[in-house]
């Protein structure tokens, strides 16, 4: 069982390069989820996606965009990047419910210089 | 609006001494906290979980949490570190119309002594 997987686990981007990062999910789980780790701030939420066909902003939305593909499969995209975007980014998914954990991926080292 | 403050960024104790991690919450529902452990390289896993049951919460790998919603507080203990425990632990806050959606900690790393 693989759980949330993402891809790529490395990337090195000039400013203004675009770029996809992958993430699917084998465990069936309606909601899906796109954080970025900065050092001393924890993680914060970017998008995320309730139920297949749905996208929403989370906390620090500008400079993203997502797709919600299927049931399994949530992908961000920065259309131009900028050195303020490297960071570390997890995908995360929850089944329905109140109270359940989020299961997260092993995240994506993203350095733009 | 939720928020959560882990008190630290940084605790170093000696193997086998009391683990003491602080987080407190801001909610203006009754939350559900976690506590998630990240080590190097490597993705979060969830520790454990309060989702208003029983106010002391047993998790993975000894560590427990205690609710106080008196103090707004959810701080995670181990009574003896093991050398394995060194990591960066995150407390996290969501409610019940907030779905899944986490509101993290800014993270505590944990140093581990011999």
């Known amino acids: 069982n693989a759980g949330v997987t993402q891809t790529p686990k490395f990337q090195v981007l000039k400013t203004g390069q675009s770029m996809t990062l992958q993430c699917a999910q084998d465990?069936?789980?309606?909601?899906m989820y796109w954080y970025r780790q900065d050092p001393g701030m924890g993680l914060r939420l970017i998008y995320y996606s309730a139920s297949e066909g749905t996208t929403d902003k989370g906390e620090v939305p500008n400079g993203y965009n997502v797709s919600r593909l299927n049931k399994r499969e949530f992908s961000l995209r920065l259309e131009s990047a900028a050195p303020s975007q490297t960071s570390v980014y997890f995908c995360?998914?929850?089944?329905?419910?109140?109270?359940?954990?989020?299961?997260f991926g092993q995240g994506t080292r993203l350095t733009v210089v | 609006a939720q928020s959560v403050t882990q008190l630290g960024s940084h605790v170093s104790v000696s193997e086998g001494a009391l683990v003491l991690l602080r987080c407190n919450y801001s909610s203006s529902v009754p939350p559900y906290l976690f506590w998630y452990v990240q080590y190097p390289n490597q993705g979060l896993q969830l520790l454990l979980k309060?989702?208003?049951?029983?106010?002391l919460v047993k998790g993975i790998n000894g560590f427990e949490a205690e609710f106080k919603k008196s103090e707004t507080s959810f701080h995670l203990t181990k009574p003896s570190a093991h050398m394995s425990d060194a990591a960066e632990y995150f407390c996290?806050?969501?409610?019940?119309?907030?779905?899944?959606?986490?509101?993290f900690g800014q993270g505590t790393e944990l140093s581990v002594k011999p």
């Open positions: 996290a806050v969501s409610n019940y119309n907030q779905g899944g959606k986490l509101i």
């Open positions: 309060y989702t208003s049951a029983a106010t």
């Open positions: 995360a998914s929850t089944p329905v419910g109140r109270s359940t954990e989020a299961f």
């Open positions: 465990m069936n789980h309606n909601s």
